[in-house]
């Protein structure tokens, strides 16, 4: 699916509900921000696979963009690096169940990575695995013959009473100097909130948050509204700066006021290419 055609699939996602009734008119932010963060995690792909950058320690992402505008060319790709949370928090193998408990509780996070003596990634250990246990022990309930090879597996697990018994494993993991393109499409595919970061001995050095890699991608409204009025109206269509009004909500641009007829369809194009601008709504009176 094209940059386009998702955005378009996005546009209709947001007006019809899954029952096929529509959409309230308010729908909550949340909708919006991963439609957009679809979006741009294709569009920045479909640009990474044109020029990927070596893993190396460079310029931060506001000096790159600067150099890279400079030169006339596109902004290199944001890193994990630039992203990421250090130092990450984590449990060691041979920690026991209530501790592991109290440790998820302590840094308010749904699961940590499991560490060995050298801080090397060996799985990761959640509330889930935690619940299971505590489900299996509090209920006579026993996987049968003929019950799914994961329940039996599961069930299995939840009897450990360390980190290291109780975890999952392998681990989901991303590098430093992997791109935040990268990093988001591992976290779509495995539906995780966080991924733990290691170098490449698998030595844990930090910790990239789903929001992070959320907020790296999507430009803010403001952002696009000053791309709209500056580079489009005010150098495309001067005559129509004073007369056109925009509002920008999540990525969906409204458009108001008046401009000529024959240059309406010029402008929506334009505004259809930006990066992150979901949809178009033309309110323009023509003149």
Do not use: C
């Not at 925009?246 to 505004?271: F, K, T, W, Y």
Request: charged letters at 30%; glycine letters at 6%; aromatic letters at 2%.
């Amino acid at each position: 699916m094209t940059e386009r055609e998702m955005s378009s699939t996005g546009a209709e996602a947001r007006r019809v509900a899954p029952d096929g009734t529509p959409a309230p008119p308010d729908e909550p932010r949340r909708e919006d921000l991963l439609l957009r963060y679809a979006g741009a995690v294709a569009s920045v792909s479909a640009k990474e696979a044109a020029a990927r950058r070596p893993a190396a320690t460079g310029p931060a992402p506001a000096e790159r963009a600067d150099e890279a505008a400079a030169a006339g060319g596109e902004p290199e790709p944001l890193l994990v690096r630039e992203v990421m949370d250090v130092p990450a928090p984590s449990v060691r193998a041979d920690v026991p169940f209530m501790d592991i408990a109290r440790s998820l509780t302590r840094e308010h996070v749904g699961a940590l990575p499991v560490v060995d003596a050298e801080d090397r990634v060996l799985g990761v250990v959640s509330e889930s695995d935690l619940l299971a246990k505590a489900a299996v022990e509090a209920t006579e309930h026993r996987p049968g013959p003929l019950g799914r090879l994961r329940e039996r597996r599961l069930h299995d697990k939840a009897r450990g009473e360390t980190a290291e018994e109780l975890m999952t494993t392998p681990a989901v993991t991303v590098y430093p100097g992997q791109t935040v393109a990268e990093a988001a499409w591992l976290v779509a595919l495995s539906r995780l909130k966080r991924l733990p970061v290691t170098d490449h001995d698998g030595r844990l050095v930090g910790v990239v948050h789903r929001n992070a890699l959320l907020n790296a991608l999507i430009r803010d409204d403001d952002d696009i509204r000053e791309e709209i009025e500056s580079r489009i109206l005010a150098k495309l269509f001067p005559a129509a700066r004073s007369t056109v009004e925009v509002a920008v909500r999540n990525g969906v641009v409204d458009l108001s006021g008046r401009m000529a007829e024959a240059d309406v369809p010029r402008l929506l194009a334009q505004i259809k290419d930006i990066d992150d601008v979901t949809d178009v709504i033309d309110h323009l009176g023509r003149a």
